[in-house]
T-cell receptor
Framework: DTGVSQDPRHKITKRGQNVTFRCDPISEHNRLYWYRQTLGQGPEFLTYFQNEAQLEKSRLLSDRFSAERPKGSFSTLEIQRTEQGDSAMYLC????????????????FGPGTRLTVT | RKEVEQDPGPFNVPEGATVAFNCTYSNSASQSFFWYRQDCRKEPKLLMSVYSSGNEDGRFTAQLNRASQYISLLIRDSKLSDSATYLCVVATGGFKTIFGAGTRLFVKA
């Protein structure tokens, strides 16, 4: 399967613990995005990378959140000192400049990591 | 005011009906627009990009009105399989993309 993969699919953690999620984008996709989605809402932008460079971060992304994409391939999202309000689905998506125009914005999503903070 | 706002829904329609979804965006500098579909407990999937002149893909028609900062999606001859949440997406500066909250559609036999 050559789609976007995320690991783990589910994570239950206690408040105050650190968690790390991984995303593997579609091969050769140069852009990678992280979103958070809660019930009844659309995905909320967190950050995105172009290759290994993190180009934008949401103001909603507190200093407890950090994302990396060290070699421009897979990415990790770490949440430190988790809070109950962090419980959500964390989605990763990737896109490619190939094709240009609107095609460069078309994102392909992974299945998400569901985080539950108890 | 939210950057991207959609009809709150849900929409309940019979099979064969025509249904329209509306979306407004607040950033006049927004450049690119999309509709995504999200099935229950699944990830969003691209339905269609929205071109400036409007575009059609089978039963689906998307329109953009930059002056009014408004995007629409029309589904004709609704099928049971169209039941899903429809997400309006706007790309602002660079490649940052903002999703609306979505409008849930239920198509009933």
């Amino acid at each position: 399967d050559t789609g976007v993969s995320q690991d783990p699919r589910h994570k239950i953690t206690k408040r105050g613990q650190n968690v790390t999620f991984r995303c593997d984008p579609i091969s050769e996709h140069n852009r990678l995005y992280w979103y958070r989605q809660t019930l009844g809402q659309g995905p909320e932008f967190l950050t995105y990378f172009q290759n290994e460079a993190q180009l934008e971060k949401s103001r909603l992304l507190s200093d407890r959140f950090s994302a990396e994409r060290p070699k421009g391939s897979f990415s990790t999202l770490e949440i430190q000192r988790t809070e109950q309000g962090d419980s959500a689905m964390y989605l990763c998506a990737s896109s490619s400049d190939r094709g240009g125009g609107l095609a460069a914005y078309e994102q392909y999503f992974g299945p998400g990591t569901r985080l539950t903070v108890t | 005011r939210k950057e991207v706002e959609q009809d709150p829904g849900p929409f309940n329609v019979p099979e064969g009906a025509t249904v329209a979804f509306n979306c407004t965006y607040s950033n006049s500098a927004s450049q690119s627009f999309f509709w995504y579909r999200q099935d229950c407990r699944k990830e969003p999937k691209l339905l269609m990009s929205v071109y400036s002149s409007g575009n059609e893909d089978g039963r689906f028609t998307a329109q953009l009105n930059r002056a009014s900062q408004y995007i629409s999606l029309l589904i004709r001859d609704s099928k049971l399989s169209d039941s899903a949440t429809y997400l309006c997406v706007v790309a602002t500066g660079g490649f940052k993309t903002i999703f609306g909250a979505g409008t849930r559609l239920f198509v009933k036999a």
